[in-house]
Every structure is written in C-alpha cells, then in structure tokens.
C-alpha cells in the first residue's frame, strides 16, 4: 500500500489501524455505490448496510481501549443513520471538482468519527453477566 494512501490518525497508528481504514473505506464506497444502478435493490443494500457496520465494528477494535460489545447484536441495532451518511460523504469527496488529498482525507476523518459513534451507539457488554472463573478469563485481561 503506497505512504501516500494511508490517512494516519495519529502518530502511533498501527498496521491493523490502517488497515481497519481501508477496509472501512471500501465498505463505505461499496454502500454508496448499493444504493444506485440497475443492480441495486433493498437486499443488496441490506447487505452493504451490514458490511458497513461490521467494517465500522472490526475498525473500532483495532484502536486503543475497544470498547467490550455483547455478543451476537444485531448490527443494526445501532445508530446506523450517522454512518450510512458519512459512508455516502466520504465516497462523493472522492470525486468531482472538490475532490482532492485534503478533502479526502477530511471525508475520512468523517466517516472515522461516524464509526467511532456507531460502535459507541451499540449494546456493550454486561460486566455483571461475565464468569468470574479464571480460565475463561485466561488471556482476555482485567
């Protein structure tokens, strides 16, 4: 991937941060484009909706601190609005007499943030429904 590809989000970005945002970016631009053309219908925006939200989960877990999400939400659960706009934002920055490294790279931090509050929006997990034996704790951490 060339240096001039990645958007840093800070100084100490890791290899899976970068590549969270790819893959988040790329499920951005597949949303946009689901909701256009003569493929496009309620069942394949249904699925980009969801791989959206899965990229938003899987980006958000690459960042210092993931939050703990309950196992088994439904990804739609969340506060997808924000992000379905953010994800069709970033895309659209991309092209036309606007696009350029500067308003791309503000599109990403968009979409980024959008994620960031989706993640947040969804159902954590329950700290009093946790084992408290500690092999089923044994290298998750306190």
Known sequence: MP??????????????AGRG????????????NARHGIDA?????RVATLLLCQKAVDFVM???????????????RGDVEPLQLAAIA????????????GMAREGMAFLCQAAIDYVESLPKEDAGRRSSSAHLQLGHGP
Do not use: W
């Open 41 to 45: 219908s309620e069942q394949l925006l």
């Open 21 to 32: 945002r790819q893959h988040l970016k790329l499920g951005a631009i597949g949303y946009s």
């Open 62 to 76: 690459t960042l210092p601190d993931p939050p703990r999400l309950a196992r088994g939400i439904d990804l739609l």
């Open 90 to 101: 970033y895309s659209c920055a991309r092209h036309g007499v606007d696009a350029d490294v």
């Open 3 to 16: 240096p001039q590809s990645r958007v840093s989000v800070s100084g100490s970005d890791t290899h899976a």
